[in-house]
C-alpha cells in the first residue's frame, strides 16, 4: 500500500497510520503543518520518508519502530523532533536535523544501531536524554555551534564512536552521555565547558587523551571510571588542572588547525584568508605566499592582491606556549574570466554580417 496525503491535510493526527505493516510508500502533501504521536509507528515496511519544509512538528514516536525505514529527509521548518520520533528505526543509515530545529526530544533515535552518520544543525540548543543512546554503529557525529547541554546517556552504548568533538558552546555534559563508548579514543572539548556529570565517559575502555580548551571543569570522581590511563590536554594559561585530574597525566597543549587546507584567489583582485586554530594561538607564520599578498602574525589574517597566476604551496604555523603547529595551505591563483566587449552597427534593410 502507498499512501498519498494531499496538500488540502494540515495535519495527520495520531495513531493515524500506526501498525500498517503493508505500508510501504509515502508522499506527505505540502499543507500539512504536524506529524501527530506514533503517527506512522510499527509501519515496519515504510523504507523511505521525506518531510516537507511545510512541517513544523513531528510527535512523540511518529515512527517509532518502523524497522525498514532506510531513509529520512526532513523539511528545512520543522521546530521540534518528539521523544522517541526514530526510536528503533534499525534501518536507518545517516540523519541530519537542519537548523530549524531547537528541540530533539528523549529517545528520538534511540536504538538505530545501522545508524552511522548524524549531522546537528545549528539551531539545536540541547539534546535531550539517550537521544543517540544504543546507536552502535555510530561512527559520524557533528555537533551543531548552539548545542548547551548533552543529556543523560545521549551517546549511551554508542560502541563504534572513535573520536567526538564537542563544541565551545556546551556548557554541560550529563551524566553518562558517552557511557559504554569502547572504542573512543579521542575527545576534543570545548572553551565553555562547566560541568562533566557522573560516569560521562565511564567504560570509555580505550580513551586515550582529552583535549581542554578552557579552564578545568567540575568532574565527579566517577565521570571517566573504567577509562584506563588517559592524558589530559590543556590549553597554557588555563586553571583547575591539579584537581580533580591530580592523577592523571597532563600535557599542555599546542594549536590544531580548523581553518581549510586550500583557497582560490583572482589575480589582481582582494583576497582575504583568516588562519584559526584551537588552543589559543599567539602567533602565525605563512611561509611561500604568492607575491602580493601578506600576513598578519597575530591575527592571522592573510590578505592582499596577487600578482602571479599558479598555484602556491604555503606553510602555515600557529603557535602558543606549550608548541607549535603547522599546517600546508595549497592557494590557486586564477586569471579573471574575460569580458567581451562586442560594438557592431548595422542599417536597416541592408545584409548584416558579423565579424
Not at 537548523?99 to 544501531?113: L, W
Not at 578545568?216 to 570522581?221: D, R, V
Request: net charge negative.
Amino acid at each position: 500500500m502507498v499512501a498519498k496525503i494531499p496538500d488540502s491535510v494540515t495535519s495527520i493526527g495520531k495513531h493515524a497510520f500506526a501498525r500498517c505493516g503493508g505500508l510501504v510508500g509515502l508522499t506527505i502533501g505540502k499543507g500539512v503543518t504536524s506529524i501527530g504521536d506514533a503517527a506512522f509507528a510499527d509501519c515496519i515496511e515504510l523504507t523511505r520518508v521525506t518531510i516537507p519544509d511545510s512541517v513544523t512538528s513531528i510527535g512523540h514516536y511518529a515512527f517509532d519502530s518502523c524497522t525498514g525505514l532506510a531513509s529520512v529527509t526532513i523539511g528545512n521548518r520543522v521546530d521540534s523532533i518528539g521523544q522517541g520520533a526514530f526510536r528503533g528505526c534499525t534501518s536507518l543509515s545517516d540523519i541530519t536535523v537542519p537548523d530549524s530545529v531547537a528541540i530533539i526530544g528523549r529517545d528520538a533515535f534511540s536504538g538505530c544501531t545501522r545508524l552511522w552518520s548524524v549531522t546537528i544543525g545549528n539551531g539545536v540548543t540541547s539534546i535531550d536524554a539517550f537521544v543517540f543512546g544504543g546507536c552502535t554503529g555510530l561512527t559520524s557525529v557533528t555537533i551543531g555551534n548552539s548545542v548547551d547541554f548533552i543529556g543523560e546517556g545521549a551517546f549511551f552504548y554508542c560502541t563504534s564512536l572513535v573520536n567526538i568533538t564537542i563544541p565551545d558552546s556546551v556548557t554541560i555534559i550529563g551524566g553518562s552521555a558517552f557511557y559504554g563508548c569502547t572504542r573512543l579514543w579521542s575527545v576534543r572539548i570545548g572553551n565553555r565547558m562547566e560541568v562533566i556529570g557522573i560516569y560521562a565517559f565511564a567504560n570509555c575502555t580505550n580513551l586515550t587523551r582529552v583535549f581542554f580548551s578552557g579552564d578545568a571543569p567540575s568532574i565527579a570522581s566517577s565521570t571517566f571510571n573504567s577509562t584506563g590511563w588517559f592524558t589530559v590536554h590543556f590549553v597554557p594559561g588555563t586553571a583547575g588542572w591539579d584537581f580533580p585530574f591530580a592523577n592523571r597525566t597532563k600535557e599542555p597543549t599546542g594549536p590544531t588547525f580548523t581553518s581549510g587546507a586550500s583557497a582560490s584567489i583572482t589575480v589582481g583582485q582582494q583576497f582575504s584568508f583568516t588562519i584559526t586554530a584551537d588552543s589559543s594561538p599567539t602567533s602565525f607564520t605563512a611561509m611561500g605566499l604568492p607575491s602580493g599578498l601578506s600576513l598578519d602574525p597575530i591575527s592571522g589574517k592573510i590578505s592582499g592582491v596577487a600578482t602571479s597566476i599558479g598555484t602556491y604551496t604555503v606553510t602555515l604555523s600557529a603557535s602558543n606556549a606549550a608548541g607549535t603547529g603547522s599546517q600546508v595551505l595549497t592557494l590557486t591563483v586564477f586569471l579573471p574570466a574575460p569580458v567581451l566587449t562586442v560594438h557592431a552597427v548595422a542599417t536597416v534593410g541592408l545584409p548584416f554580417n558579423y565579424p
